[in-house]
């Protein structure tokens, strides 16, 4: 049987459907080029007809078409015969060449030469690039119902996912060497409903098979990448949140992994640090941490190989621990990736991780499917994003107070230069004040500010991918550069220049916070048979980043003032830099460049229709090296200068092996799947410093003094066996178990390998014939349910203690010395967990779509650091317990779906907590202190200072230290990191799509964080109440009190994310004829990041950590930069 | 728990196929450059840089500690500056007024004990290591000079800290041993055991010996054994000196130690009770003029002048003490030499000759005046101010700072430096409470 493409052909072509249409008349130009002139051709089929056809025959459309567009078009009849199909199509003033193509399509018949007379010659096409020339093959194409346009990576699968495959940019798929006899074929695709299709493959025949797919909500049947191959949602006990990169990078204000993954997945958190820093690091949270002391970032796969995505690196003490070279923080490795080469990301959380993805993968799993090449013409892609960033620097712009005070034992009164608090006025009566000015604080003068303004970064690139049936390519090129919000001020730099006596600073002191990724990748895929691909993909990337350590400027947790009087400029900059510079560290340039190669080859066989196999061999190579250097006799303070050179070599190696078979024994169907997965990963690093340089000298070679030499080294191999059966029940119920075994350098001697157990159990409620089509509004319903066992390895230092070198001097003799700083302790074992998680995915009103999770999480034998005595050393122990829970939800709410406009909003919502259950033997006895236990890993931990104001007996509104009462013992104060996220995604679609917009609003409630400024604005003067009798006692008693935990305040915030408005060109504007160009498609969005922070965190951003993924509240950072920027997407 | 039989089945045969995977290639080993495990360092060499590392973690760590009983006793003061710092905060004056607020708190960990502590487990270390891989020429000097140090700590513990306090140590298979609290006298009897043995096994080096004897006679006097205190003693020569290494920063001395930085004038009849160390102008506490006090502009503040370098070395034991235990014996036994003594030893630095006060307590307080003035900041003023109080009955408010606290307040009660109990019931379930006594 041969389905006619009814739906494919009726299409009108007012105003959309732009790439098809500039796509037909390219081809078109091809083949009149073959036989006529280019300009004859053209004209003829350039011709504008209008038609109106509805179900005609192939032979009478042809008629019609020649008819209206005064041609003649001729044709061999068995051409026809063998084509012969029904034809709706209703168009006005198309050009003759797009509207024949578009009668063609799907067909046998190509438009041939063309006449000198002007007659069109259709002819069959030739075999090689006939598709449905292909023997015992189906073929077809799916479009998006509404619109009529071809829909590019739809999920198309035959006989229930024996065999997958999706649609290229023109909507096409096929399936080759079919076996004769009648097949199931299914068309799934986010946001549109799945649709099921019955065809008769005939000996020696091809098969089409056209979708048109509706829009509506059909989660259930989207397809996931897990590491046992592609599986349906519906499979899954456990939830496997996506992101469709492809499509959202071009339409969200991403320039890297890190905005990529912020606000779009409940459950996963993207932890800031700075605003405003080239290269700025993040941290991964998935559900939260879970363990003391080890790493809790996620781990990353990328097209099934493990990549380096953070930079942990092993300290004396073994803990895993930021790895901080020189000045200035390194940028995330994660953030190495091209986002513009991402095709989806898929989020694999709770209790499945690790079964499938190894013991590392207990915190989570980010899988990463990069793009490849589609079958078609070649399509090229170019892009290009101009950002301009400022850091929103009202926040720091507080006032500035000058204290006037004189000494009263000074008969001359002559101004004290301190900060006279209540406290020396009235206590110690050290000072008087004598009146409180408002000076300027210097963030708004542009030369003094070490906060840049309007600091750009540009991204542009291209992609291009194509290819054939036998062998398909995408290659892509990027290059992005960043400048820094944070910057040497301009007064600051003459002042150190006359200093100096030097002419000119360095470029590189002069912007030392700079940020480039020039980055290439290719992929080939290749199919030497209907029953093996092969893969081959490489990715390079070459970063330099000048980091600038921020504490060259001592100010930046307040707001300073400059001094009374009129000055100079150059007194000015001469006070500034005295005062609030740091002129080493300024000096101290730090340039990070990275190499950065990544590849994988993977093939994928299908010996016969129930059984596939793949395997991959992949590499992680990267490459850092450091220079720090403050040249020799640069700096006055330190004329010998300094030098640390910092090499860290990461290679990561990955090899999977595994295979899949199905069956459908009756009403059941079977997915079984067992791989082997061997992961070796290894960094060696060094890190020598040394001063004293050779004068005028940057080399490390030319030190004399202090010389230092760290080395970093870890090797880890694991091999883990799996195995994971899926057994369905009549496509409704589902039970996944799965099992896997692992191996590991970093078990200790002691450790017994236990098999690692999941669970989960899958049940399309909706789909029981009981209730199908029964409930009013209910489309899907699905409960879900998993339960998992994970272990995290010990590291190796922590089994096998660590004995440390160090030199001791006696006598003026230097001797080397050998130490015990960590205690072995060869009985460790992995800290164990169980995670269970239930929830249910809904689709109501056929495009509402809610989906609700909850999960627990219990981790045994925590690694502990036994607090020994110091005389000891530490020992690490399995001593703790940690729970965890919390709850996901996601609800996705169509607003408007009109012809011309349609609005959705997606609402996501994230609690989770943990709470430290047990500190075995390490737990000190209750009462004397908080261990923790009982409490959230991230618990701070405090005392507010109270006033109790009776000096004298009488309550004189001053409060002395020892009037200040602390409410001890210390105890619970809050959580450090936000329990509650909120994320709000409201996007429009205007006139089919050629206007988008979207907004993302994200909130987090119910975390305390630390007001650095508060904390100090008496000895930096930007506030004025440690000075004045008017403020409150409750006031006076933290500044006298002056305790971390008086200052730490709830950091809930209110965040205008992300803003984008995408507006398609119009096709009249794809055409410069002048010059002969020609576009496909063509976009340009207006996009903004980070536009507006509403809270009540009186400090200056409460996402801006100091040290992000570190336990601790502090945040008297730089606020996250505000950004706006342009994007063009064009497609020739 | 063992596994079950089918649980152990399966795991092994899982592990037979990794096994096999693994052996194939050697899939499963790894090296790791960065570890140095303890055979590597099983030898003659080995064991000479562990002997290094405890007489290194020695000389740091007994310097650190001096600071500390100065300021808890007489020796010097504390005077805060409000333009360096503008917040006062009670915890960083470690007087002894806040020792106390330390103690109720449990807040920090003073290092104190720990690193005292921190010597004896590396002599822990050392000596097995010493006595397994040194060369038998060596040996037994090395042995005394382990044992005598690892006795002066203990003692320092025994002295300094409050009763009640834990000498953690460490087994020879690197296991912690964790103590039950002891007392003073308790503390003092292992010091003198540790410095018998260094007694025994020095061989060649009479330094080391005469160190342990002084320090034996030290340990000996706290607990009221005079009689062998100066028999330990005997034998000393009249030139012996023990000093710190001349490589260790002497932390009194060094103007960016925060103390200092913080002000730290010398003690002038601080709290009362305090002696005169500016106003007698001694030659044996030299001080040069610091500043006047910020608080009372009245006053002024001198600054120790008796380090004058950071290569100043400290001394840890000499004649000089051996001779004022011998008065400390004589007086009491109610021999008259007492006196002839000090002033032999007054007569030595130009001082003159001080009159017999023939009151008993008098006596007393004129040998610990001669004390504290030979041997100020060196240590032992708080040893000798708890020595009053258990061998002389002196009632603690007669020999502390007491009074009102120049900053505010009173002076505490304290008597001895606190331990943290906090962290040390982290580890140490035989610690359940801290001070038992004072």
Redesign the interface.
Known sequence: MTLVPMRLLRLSLVGFGSALLANTLLVAQQRVASSASPTEGNAVLARRITVQLDGAGLQQALAIIGKSADVRIQYQYQLIADNDHRVTLRVTQLPLGAALEMVLKGTSISIGPITTAGVITLVRTPARQDAAAVADSIIGTVTDARTKRPMRGVSVALDDSIRLVRTDEMGRYRFADIKTGTHKISARFVGFARQVRLVTVEDGRTATVNFALESGVNMLDQVVVTATGEQRVRELGHVVAQINADSLVKEAPITDMGELLQSRIPGLQVLTSNGGVAGAPIALRLRGQSSINLNSEPIVIVDGVRYKSNNQVRYNFDVESPDIRGNGEPSSPLNDLNVNDIATVEVVKGPSASTLYGPEASNGVIVITTKHGERGASKWHWYARPVTSDVPTHTIEQKGYQVWAHDPADSTRAQVPYACTLVYQYKYKSCVVDSITVAPTFYKDPSLTFIGKNKPTWQYGANAGGGNSALTYYFSGDYSSQDGAVQVPKFVQTAIEQQLGIPALSSAVRNPNTLQNIGVRGTVSANPSAKITLSASADYHQIEQHRLDLNFFNGYGGSPVLPPGTMSDTAVGNYVLNNYFRMTTALTTAVDRTNRWNGVVQATMQPTAWLSANGQVGLDLNGETGHTVLPGSLAIDNPGGFAQDDRRDALGRTITLGATAIARPGPLSLRTSGGVQYIYQNLDGLTVSASNLAPGSSSIGSAIDNKQLIPYWSETVALGVYGQETVGLKDRVFLDLGLRLDGSTRFGDAYHPTPLPKVGLSWIVSDEPALKDRIPYLNELRLRGAWGAATRYPTSGMIFGHVENFQVTLDNVTYNTFDRQMLANPDLRPERSREFEYGFDATVFSRAQVQLTWFTRKTLDELNYRANPTGLGPIWDNVASVAQHGFEASLTLPVIDASSMRADVQFNYTYNTSKLLSLGDAAPPAGIFPSGVGYPLDAEFGYHSLPVDTVGNTADGIIFPEEVHRDLPYHFLGVANPPHIYTATPTVALWNGSVRASTVFDRETGFLMHDNFLNTCASTMTCIAPFVPSTPIDLQAKFVGNSYSDFLSPGDFTRWREMNVTVAIPPRFLRIDPLHLRFASASISLQGRNLKLWTRFSGTDPESRSNPGVFGAEAGGIPQARAWSFRFDVTP | MR?SFLRRC??RS??L???G??ACHG????????????Q??ANAA?A???R??A??AF?VYILVGIPRVAQITDERSYDID??VN?????FWTLDRRDSEGFE????Y?D?Y??????????TS?AIPQVRLYSPDSLKGDFLAQLFAYRGYVLLQMAEDVCQGF?I???SDS???VYSRPYTTDSAVVYAISQLDSAIADAKDSTQYLNFARVVKGRALLDIGRYAEAEQSIATVPNDFVYTT???HGNIVYNPYDSWSYQGFPVGDRKGGNGLRFVSEHDVRVPITYKRQR??D?TVAEYDQAKYTSYTTTTVLASATEAQLMRAEVALANHDASWLTILNTLRQSVGLADLADPLAPEAQVDTLYHERAFWLYLTGRRLGDLRRLMRNYHRDPETVFPTGRYP???EYGTATAIPFS?????????NI?TGCTTR
């Open positions: 596994p399966a795991t899982a592990l196929v990794l096994c995977l693994s899939l499963l080993d790894v090296s790791d450059p960065t570890l140095i495990r303890d590597d360092i080995g000479d840089s562990r290094l590392d007489v290194g000389m409000p333009r503008p917040l006062p905060t009670d109720a708190l449990h807040v960990d290092p004990l720990g690193n005292l502590d921190w010597i004896v487990t590396r270390i834990p953690n140590d460490i690197n296991i912690p290494d001349v490589n910020i608080v502009t900053l505010g307040g109990l906090q962290n040390e019931a982290q580890y140490n379930r359940t």
